[in-house]
């Protein structure tokens, strides 16, 4: 390593080798900023975590434009809007489609756990609302009281999902209605519930008798290929009377929603502090790294400034020093944080992931912060006076 | 001042700290030092013998009056400067002062470094070679910590004279060695002015060394007391001008 860096700096490798002078000190110092890793690495992970599973339930669906309540800052929060706007905005010449989306949460009591299924309704006679998967899945949907689970339902054995097939269904109760399950489809645990299921409208008013069909809690439209969302949400606009509507081209619903999640949210708050606290801790560890082995070689550095080397020679070897902490602190930080992502991701199925994205920017931030400690602990070196050497 | 006198003081005064506290360490004090020689500065402490050395070895800023080292005017000199300066000089301080983290070999290697003149191949041989001048041709790959006192001294001399300086500025060099240590690194000085032109101010109070200098300067309260040439029948014992 030593001969690496001389080759690549071009003379002795000074940082690399005052921080391996003592073993137990850098071994500390790489620990420190192994953990600040792990901790922005894990805030990361979850906070994508947050996003994959907010956007998740979108995927299921294939839609232009959605017309919500006032209220309704996700898919699953919000009143009701009135059918009727449905059957107005179908009068737009370029609205080629419309139908209901109802949503709620259903409780499966299990022997071991309650599993709280967020639970969406539609026509399953409209497939072009679907994704493909759903799609393929509108002859079982069509039976009375039937659903189809998300195999990947937090607190759901996976042998005991992959058992539920139409020729093997299982049933339970809900509000004195039997419910079976004739199919699966991946879905994934999220923060609002254990995991998905899917029925038609039609089993969604014999779950929830008191519910409207007359009132869903979304409107999805398409649109006529090639028209333009935004236009067509603009006429929409003018079109329905009831101003208090929010009327968004799907994709900017599901952003907005997304936008939602993580910072109005606590949770998203939280654990966006938590990637700022882990920034920090990093950049409070290097820094005191850097400035205590700074002040240890003071002496050392005032005889290198009488010898006529220049300051740009110390402001190297602290930022040699910088990089080195970065770089090799990084590397077990990665490790273990992928661990502990995979760990969690088993234990909530969140889909909590390791992502070269993710380590690209953590690593490329891991380097700014050391950058950033290093350049404040270069002030120290001012304190190096080669006149009091004598 | 010409190549001959590679230093050059004019009525230097120089002061420590500021308003009531501000005390005067240099006096008026003109020296010329010629090229090749081995001078030492004497006196008792606080007498301004290392002011006198940081001054002329540009480490610390000339506040009034002159110092011409190497043909270049101290008194306003910039960092750039000062550093090419220093460069040119080499440095024994009475603590050695060596980097803890780096072996004999490498702290030698810092006094080549410093100029990236020539290749590393070239500069390890050089680095070798000084240190077997100084007797630690065993001692190479040892960190500091693994070194003795004098063993510590003789690597900070190899790392002085191993860039080949015009000028040598020395602290108490054979405070931490023995007698027969001692008079080698003074001897090797003394050789270096001949061959090379290479001038030596040292501060000493050994007398062994005392006996091999071209010229002893006292210095007392500020002043320079008195100024004599051993062994020089002609030489004054009265302040120079």
């Known amino acids: 390593m030593s001969r690496l860096l001389q080759w690549l700096f071009g003379r002795l490798p000074i940082g690399w080798l005052q921080l391996t002078h003592s073993r137990t000190r850098f071994a500390a110092a790489l620990s420190g900023v192994a953990f600040a890793n792990v901790l922005v690495f894990v805030q990361l992970g979850i906070m994508g975590s947050m996003a994959t599973a907010t956007l998740k339930p979108y995927g299921f669906f294939q839609a232009n434009i959605m017309i919500s309540a006032s209220d309704a800052n996700s898919m699953t929060e919000g009143g009701n809007v009135a059918r009727q706007w449905l059957f107005q905005a179908l009068a737009d010449p370029e609205v080629t489609g419309g139908t209901g989306l109802y949503v709620a949460n259903v409780s499966w009591a299990r022997p071991t756990k309650t599993l709280s299924l967020t639970t ?35 607190g759901l054995p996976r042998e005991e999902a992959a058992a539920i097939r139409p020729q093997t269904p299982t049933s339970f109760e809900v509000s004195g209605s039997t419910l079976t399950l004739y199919d699966t489809f991946q879905g994934g645990g999220g923060f609002g519930g254990d995991g998905f299921m899917m029925v038609s409208d039609q089993t969604f008013m014999t779950l929830f008798p008191a519910r409207s069909s007359a009132a869903p809690d979304h409107i999805l439209l398409q649109i006529a290929p090639g028209a333009d969302p935004d236009a067509v949400v603009a006429r929409l606009r003018a079109l329905i009377s009831d101003k208090t509507l929010r009327i968004r081209s799907y994709a900017q619903a599901a952003a907005e929603d997304l936008s939602y999640q993580q910072t109005k949210r606590p949770t998203g708050i939280i654990f966006g502090f938590g990637v700022i606290i882990g920034i920090l801790v990093g950049i409070v560890i290097v820094y005191q790294v850097l400035s205590t082995d700074v002040a240890d070689h003071l002496s050392e550095y005032a005889t290198f400034k009488a010898m006529g080397y220049p300051q740009r020679f110390f402001l190297g070897i602290v930022f040699e020093e910088a990089l080195i902490l970065a770089i ?7 490790i273990v944080a992928s661990g502990l992502l995979a760990g969690m991701k088993k234990a909530t199925t969140l889909p909590l992931a390791m992502t070269a994205d993710m380590a690209g920017m953590v690593f490329v931030g891991t380097l700014i912060a050391c950058t950033i400690s290093g350049a404040v602990a270069t002030r120290r070196l001012a304190a190096a006076d080669p006149a009091d050497l004598f | 001042m010409s190549e001959d006198t590679p230093i050059a003081v004019t009525s230097l005064n120089h002061w420590f700290g500021t308003g009531e506290a501000r005390k005067q360490a240099i006096y008026d004090v003109n020296l010329q030092v010629k090229r090749g020689s081995l001078t030492v500065l004497m006196g008792p402490s606080g007498s301004g013998k290392t002011t006198m050395l940081t001054l002329m070895g540009c480490l610390r800023d000339v506040q009034e009056g002159s110092v011409q080292l190497l043909d270049h005017e101290l008194k306003g000199a910039d960092r750039a400067l000062n550093e090419a300066l220093r460069r040119r000089l080499g440095f024994i301080f009475q603590a050695h002062n060596l980097h803890g983290s780096l072996t004999a070999l490498q702290n030698v290697l810092m006094g080549l470094q410093v100029h990236r003149l020539t290749d590393r191949q070239t500069q390890e041989v050089a680095a070798r070679h000084a240190l077997s001048l100084v007797g630690l041709a065993d001692r190479m790959d040892y960190l500091p910590a693994n070194l003795s006192g004098g063993q510590k001294q003789r690597v900070a001399v190899a790392r002085a004279l191993v860039g080949n300086p015009d000028v040598i500025f020395a602290d108490e060099p054979t405070a931490a060695l023995d007698s027969e240590s001692g008079m080698i690194v003074v001897k090797m000085l003394k050789k270096l002015g001949q061959l090379r032109g290479t001038t030596t101010v040292m501060v000493t109070h050994d007398n062994r060394i005392l006996e091999m200098a071209d010229r002893i300067v006292t210095l007392e309260d500020g002043r320079i007391v008195r100024d004599t040439a051993p062994y020089d029948p002609l030489s004054s014992a009265k302040p120079a001008s």
């Open chain 1, 120 to 154: 969406y309704g539609i026509d399953p006679t409209l497939p072009a609302f679907l994704s493909p998967v759903m799609a393929s899945k509108t002859e079982t949907l069509q039976l009375q009281n039937a659903g189809i689970l998300d195999m990947f339902s937090r």
């Open chain 1, 328 to 334: 090799l602190g990084f590397i077990p930080g990665f």
